[in-house]
């Protein structure tokens, strides 16, 4: 340092202004660097804890084997403390990572999260799950475990349907992916449960223009339903209000063409004789228009075809038929909360007991629904307890 400063003084007293400015940028950054000769790094560090007046440790995980971590999971599962054996399974995924064990760690961490109703954590790891194991033969599990989260969570129709959409998008796929899996009839049930309540949310907003005389927006939330869950329970009624909305618009062969049609298919449906009614008020009859959208939007199987334009009156007589009820809701149907789902339908993969000894090697590919568990615990005091677990 020294040095340094006696070389740069001589240099200063001759140089110019100019001259001054770039040895002083020089010598800065060599006084620095000369200073540095004596730093200890490790004497920088404070060693004390401030706040609690303890010296700073690091932490050591232990190198605990897998099969214990697992097993310790296995344990608290059975306890039902789903929140810890949740944690087990994750240590899985950070300690023993590109291996089988991560694997079985992420599905178990996305079953446990499940059972906890921690939903929203279960979709993410069932999510991982599949999109980096496409074709694991658990693969089918991950996507039902995340169609059963969002579909624990539906509200009722008067309140946003992502989930029932979500849903409903996860039940299509495990349907056309997986038609032979023990989950695909399952799948295919609940896709028509969630798209009855997409159809529901629609026919709840329709009515809500009708109520208000906004009978535009009120055929165009019928006219959805029609389009995409016409098989839904809700296309009765659709048709129904359709004719309203449109005899109140003023365009007669449209309300005309929606009661041919809902009586041609329905016959003996309430929302028919409502249908009826109405026209009949009117001085009309049920008659379809071939260029209708009604017509059109219909499979042929809903077309009347060789049977007519014009359906069979209904059996009641129309002085007898119930007036049409002033547009209030039928009652409409949330999905059944079914809680965590029993055996073996959501069974946590591979439920099966402890590993013998800690050198245990990762079990091959197997399909962890199609066996319980292989190994009764048991310990010499009749108790049970698992293989390598401290009392």
Known sequence: MTEVFHV????????????RAFLLSVSLPLAACSSMGDFDASKSLNPTNWFKGEKYEAKVIPDVPADDIYNQGLVRLQKKDYEAAGKKFADLEKQYPYSQWQKKGLLMSAYSQYQNGSYDDA????????????????????????????????????????????????????????????????????????????????????????????YIAAVNRFREVLAKYQTTRHSEEALMRLTEAYLALGIVNEAQTAAAVLGHNFPDSQWYKDSYALLQDKGLQPQEE???????????????????????????????????????????????RRGPVTLPTVAPPEMRGPAETSSAQPPAEENWFSRTFHKMWASNDGESKPAGQAN
């Open 8 to 19: 740069t003084s001589r240099l200063w007293k001759g140089a110019g202004l100019a001259k």
């Open 123 to 214: 979709i993410a790891s069932a999510q991982r799950y599949y999109t980096l194991y496409p074709n694991a033969p658990d693969t089918p599990y991950a996507y039902y475990l995340a169609a059963m989260s969002n579909y624990n969570q539906i509200p009722d129709v008067s309140r946003d349907q992502e989930r029932a959409q979500k849903a409903a998008v996860l039940f299509q796929q495990i349907a056309e992916k997986f038609p032979k899996s023990e989950y695909g009839e399952d799948a295919k049930y609940k896709l028509q449960v969630c798209r009855d309540q997409l159809a529901g949310k629609e026919m709840f907003v329709g009515r809500y223009y009708l109520n208000n005389h906004n």
């Open 290 to 336: 071939k260029g209708s959208w009604i017509s059109n939007i219909f499979p042929k199987t809903w077309a009347l075809g060789d049977h007519g334009n014009k359906p069979a009156e209904p059996e009641v007589k129309t002085a007898e038929a119930p007036p049409p009820p002033a547009i209030t809701p039928v009652p409409t149907r949330t999905p059944a």
